[in-house]
């Protein structure tokens, strides 16, 4: 008797479809990827191999955006990036940021200086091996240098085809409206770390609106519908699970991202085609 060809279940694909820009289609649940480094997002991980079998699993999951910086090890996650998955399987999307300084470990320091950002937009380019850029974030917007010639060097790259779409990172809605009078810009990401942060961004922010659900909470967002939200599950929302134990501590076990798309169903039910938000789940 013939056998069936095996089919690979996608959990991520369940989390529905966000286009980024309104062009670039990629599956609510995406990989944040600044934990593939060592401690204090500094230098090489202890286990290189680890990194490298999990994103390629991330991918086999169905996880089609993996977003990443190149501050992070500095280098070293976009390099592992292009190590596991070069040549990218079609519509893998690999966003990344740059914009802040590394003098050490744990440490950042935000530079927004045109011939910086381009240097790092460059570097990026050659580290992942992509000839544009889908995503490229501000990562932080440097206060000591006008917004005017950050957005203007990312516009420049944009003309000169090395990054399709413009994003942001960490900015209010004050900043959200002043870069839109000088360019569309595409995701704005705001880091989530558990369900508590919801009361503070909804009354931080009067255009959006938070649930709560058993899996992390899903930001709604009603006047900018391209938000990026940075999620990561709060170890309470877990429920009892065999392999429970492994997240504590969670962002020391790369592996739990991929244990938690195979052991827990993933609901749709707070993230509606009418809700367009991203959720990633961060490392």
Partial sequence: MDQKPKVIQQPAAQSGIFKIGGHTPVHRLGFGAMRLTGKGIWGEPEDPAECIAVLRRAVDLGINLIDTADSYGPFVSERLIAQALHPYPKGVVIATKAGLQRPGPDQWEPD????????????????????????????????????????????????????????????????????????PIAPCKINTTSSNDAPRMCSNTAHKKASVSSHGFHLRLERWPTLTVCWHPPLDSLGPHPARSRWRGCSRNRRSYCQFLEHRRWSTSKATPSQPCLIRMTA
């Fill in 112 to 183: 927004g200086r045109p011939e910086y950002l381009r240097e790092r937009c460059e570097g990026s380019l050659r580290r992942l091996k992509l000839d544009r850029i889908e995503l490229f974030q501000l990562h932080r917007i440097d206060a000591k240098v006008p917004l005017e010639d950050q957005i203007g060097i990312l516009v420049a790259l944009q003309n000169e085809g090395k990054i399709r779409h413009i994003g942001l990172s960490e900015v209010s809605v004050e900043q959200i409206r002043t870069v839109q009078r000088l360019t």
